[in-house]
């Protein structure tokens, strides 16, 4: 049975072959290809795009979808993920979606399903689809040609799956990433790390700035301090159209974007800014992964 629980689940070939698949799908109309399949989705944790993208993609293609409500659900009487997982299993669905504050638990549920699993999110962790469909988006981008490009990640590194997952899958398509952090999310790494984004500006052909993820952050500064930690990280970090200036420039963001401390208002309207072309690509990614994991293990 094979699962997506990071980029490395998928060879180079296998995410070139998606791709074709996406670029198929990219009208995002509807088809019959997984008419009479059924794909579960467990979010434990919020999410608007990842879960209503997965929901759309999987009904383009004509499967049937249960997005289970996990605040009503058993595991709130005491039940564990993983015999919720095995019950849900128990109904034969033909692939599962999940997305939980808990890195590796998508990993540990693995021996409890005959259907593949599909990580979206797991803590800090991974991000598969989401690292995907950057590349997908940077791919279309620069029709192809993205090899020795430059690509600033900017923000919370060490506290985003979506950093990590794209860490693992950007150099394998000859993107250089370049990290741009304050201090405190920075992480050790084999990549050029800077805390002063101009300091590298004119090397860089894509940004892809991250939100700061506050729930993943153990608060201990005081009200005041947090607020003047937040001015000095608008500051040095926020994306706008004064630090750009005029260069030519791919801006990305996984969502959801927090305005004018991620990406300024005008920024985001700039036509350098490819966000909601990320959400559009989403879909018909997930459409490509759906199709690939469900078709291809037929034991379900
Ligand atoms: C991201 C996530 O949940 O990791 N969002 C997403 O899936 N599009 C990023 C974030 O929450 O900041």
Do not use: W
């Not at 198929?24 to 209503?52: A, M, P």
């Not at 805390?195 to 500006?201: A, C, D, F, P, S």
């Not at 005008?266 to 990320?278: A, F, H, T, Y």
Request: proline share 4%.
């Amino acid at each position: 049975m094979k699962h997506l629980i990071t980029p490395n689940d998928l060879s180079n070939n296998e995410i070139l072959e998606l791709f074709e698949d996406a670029k198929l799908f990219s009208d995002l109309t509807s088809n019959s290809i997984l008419n009479g399949k059924l794909v579960v989705t467990l979010f434990f944790e919020s999410s608007t795009r990842t879960r209503s993208s997965f929901e759309i993609a999987a009904k383009r293609l004509g499967a049937e979808v249960v997005n289970l409500e996990v605040y009503t659900s058993s595991t709130n009487k005491g039940e564990t993920v993983e015999d919720t997982v095995a019950n849900l299993n128990a109904m034969k669905p033909d692939a599962i979606i999940i997305r939980h504050k808990d890195c590796g638990l998508p990993e540990s549920l693995k021996s409890y399903v005959n259907c593949p699993i599909i990580n979206a999110g797991d803590g800090k962790n991974a991000h598969p689809t989401q690292a995907l469909l950057d590349l997908f988006t940077i791919n279309e981008h620069f029709n192809g040609e993205i090899a020795g490009k430059n690509i600033a990640i900017v923000g919370d590194i060490a506290n985003s799956r979506v950093a990590t997952s794209n860490l693992e899958l950007l150099p394998r398509f000859g993107l250089n990433p370049i990290l741009v952090a304050p201090k405190r999310f920075k992480v050790i790494s084999p990549y050029k790390t800077v805390t002063n984004i101009k300091k590298v500006l004119n090397e860089l052909d894509i940004i892809m700035s991250l939100r700061v993820q506050h729930e993943r952050h153990e608060v201990t500064a005081t009200a005041e301090k947090q607020a003047q930690q937040k001015a000095k990280y608008v500051k040095k970090y926020c994306i706008t159209k004064k630090l750009l200036g005029d260069k030519e420039m791919l801006l990305l963001h996984p969502g959801p974007v927090n305005r004018n401390i991620d990406i300024s208002d005008e920024m985001l309207l700039d036509p350098r800014s490819k966000v909601l072309k990320q959400v559009e690509n989403g879909v018909a990614v997930r459409m490509a992964i759906l199709k690939k994991f469900i078709l291809e293990n037929k034991v379900c």
